[in-house]
């Protein structure tokens, strides 16, 4: 079966003549700098020209990346079903490639993505798993940052105490803490203490 582009973008090759091994990766940065240009239809476009010139190489690690980044794309084009589509397929390629970072990436895409729907169930179990994948491979920066993402979902939720803890785990990720990170850590390991026993 072939895959669609999806809706609303249409394959485009640019003037440039690029050889074939380098041309997949042009329109992955292409798509990139479109994406930070806020251009994010042109971003998608460049990025299925990458995904389809990588499938018919057989890249699983390229093929994920780009997957990955098109689901950040539909995100904020607010297609979700394609979002997930595409955040689901980079999280399954990571996963097969044994891509542990790029797993945790897409699922703290998806977790992004969950949370901007307005699904927050959804998306503190993901930004969960993804933190759990970061502090696997020792990200503690990524890591930090997915649990700080956390916290917000565990707040709107109205859990507290869930978003005090991950927010503690977030500042115990730092190595070099402030002075006001680590006040902040002692107010708020006192009350975990004694809630833990």
């Known amino acids: 079966m072939e895959e669609q582009p ?11 003549s690029r050889d074939e ?25 460049s990025l299925y020209v990458a995904y389809k010139r990588y499938s018919e190489d057989g890249d699983q690690s390229r093929i994920a990346e780009v997957a990955n980044d098109m689901g950040v794309v539909c995100t904020v084009l607010q297609r979700w ?4 589509k595409w955040l689901n397929e980079a999280h399954d390629w990571f996963t097969k490639i044994s891509d542990y970072s790029g797993e945790a990436q897409a ?20 930004f969960q ?12 920066q990524r890591r930090a940052a997915t649990l700080r993402a956390l916290t ?13 803890a991950a927010y503690d785990a977030a500042l115990a990720c730092e190595s070099d803490p402030t002075f006001f990170q680590r006040l902040l850590r002692r107010i708020i390991s006192a009350p ?5 026993g």
């Open 6 to 16: 999806p809706n609303g973008v249409q394959e485009h090759t640019s003037e440039v």
């Open 21 to 45: 091994k380098s041309e997949a990766q042009a329109h992955v940065e292409e798509g990139r700098l479109f994406y930070r240009q806020g251009k994010f239809g042109e971003a998608l476009s």
């Open 81 to 84: 079903d394609e979002a997930g």
């Open 107 to 126: 699922l703290g895409n998806l977790g992004s993505m969950f949370r901007a729907r307005g699904d927050l169930k959804q998306a503190a179990a993901n």
């Open 129 to 140: 798993l993804a933190a759990d994948r970061f502090h696997l491979v020792g990200d503690d």
């Open 152 to 164: 917000i979902v565990r707040l709107s939720q109205f859990r507290f105490f869930q978003a005090l």
């Open 192 to 196: 975990l203490r004694m809630i833990r």
